[in-house]
Structures are given as C-alpha cells and as structure tokens.
C-alpha cells in the first residue's frame, strides 16, 4: 500500500510542479500569449481563478499524503535505524607481505 500512495504521491508532486510553473508571476493566468491565455473559453481572470484553486487542491493533497505516508512508516523497521547509530566501520586490515621467492637451482 506504501508503495501505490508513493506513487500516487510522486503524480500529484509533479503536477503542483507543472501547475505552479504554468502560472504568471503577476497571477495573470497561463502565461501564454495575451491575457486571454485560452481564448474564448475563460477569460483571464478565470483562468487565473482556476490555476489558483487548483494549485491550493494540489498542495492539500501533497500534504495530506506526506502526513499519510510518515505515518504509516513510522512503525517499519527501517526508520528505527538511524546511520548516525550504527558503528563506524573499521579499518581494513593491513595486507600480508607477500612471501619472498626462494631461486630455486
């Protein structure tokens, strides 16, 4: 179950990315083009409007599942480990000489 909300969690990462970098820094909408960013189907302070809410809806869902996912993982046997526990590894040990050729006659 992990796994599917990891992936899940990946999908809705990548969308706030895309959603958030589609939008205007003014808040002007699309920034494509003109301000009527998708002709005559929104104007563009709808489009804007609806960037918005959806860039709201996404980030309440990436946050709900981040919460869902340290959660659930709290309790595995990985996260009791910590790498700064565990020992540092030890020197490896010196090489033995190598034996000595005796010319043999």
């Known amino acids: 179950m992990t796994v599917v909300l990891l992936i899940i969690h990946l999908f809705v990462t990548l969308a706030l990315i895309g959603v958030v970098l589609i939008q205007r820094s003014e808040g002007g909408g699309l920034g494509i083009g003109s301000t009527q ?3 005559s189907f929104m104007s563009g302070r709808g489009t804007a ?3 918005t809410r959806t860039t709201a809806i996404l980030a309440a869902i990436f946050f709900a599942m981040s919460l869902t996912l340290a959660l659930l993982n709290r309790g595995s046997s990985q996260a009791t480990h910590s790498l700064l526990d565990a020992p540092a590894p030890a020197a490896p040990a010196a090489p033995a000489p190598a034996p000595s050729k005796v010319p043999t006659n």
């Open 37 to 39: 960013g998708m002709g």
């Open 49 to 51: 409007n609806l960037l």
